[in-house]
C-alpha cells in the first residue's frame, strides 16, 4: 500500500483483483471442460467440475459479502446508514 492511499481503497482494489482473477478462473474451467469433455466422451468427470466451480462460485460470493461489509463499515465511520444509501445508476 503506497503512503497516499487508503486501507480501504486498497481493500477494494484486493477485492477486484481477486474478483477478476476467479471470473478468469470460471472461464479457463470452461475452456478445460470443453477440451477434455470432447476426448474423454463418457468418462468425463462432470461432478468433480460441477464442484470445483462450486469452490470458485462460492469464493464470489464470499467476496460479495466482504464488499458490503467494507462498504458499510466505511459509510458508518462517515456517519451515515448503510443500509440507505443508494448507488445512483441504480436508481432509474
Not at 36 to 60: H, K, N, Q, T, W
Not at 87 to 92: C, G, K
Amino acid at each position: 500500500m503506497s503512503r497516499t492511499e487508503s486501507p480501504e481503497k486498497e481493500a477494494r482494489r484486493s477485492l477486484n483483483r481477486l474478483r477478476r482473477s476467479l471470473e478468469k478462473s470460471l472461464r479457463e474451467m470452461d475452456a478445460l471442460d470443453g477440451a477434455i469433455r470432447s476426448a474423454e466422451g463418457a468418462d468425463f468427470p462432470s461432478a468433480a467440475y460441477d464442484e470445483a466451480r462450486g469452490y470458485v462460485d462460492r469464493l464470489l460470493s464470499f467476496l460479495d459479502d466482504e464488499e458490503r461489509r467494507l462498504r458499510d463499515k466505511v459509510l458508518a465511520a462517515g456517519g451515515l446508514e448503510p443500509g440507505r444509501i443508494r448507488r445512483a445508476s441504480t436508481l432509474e
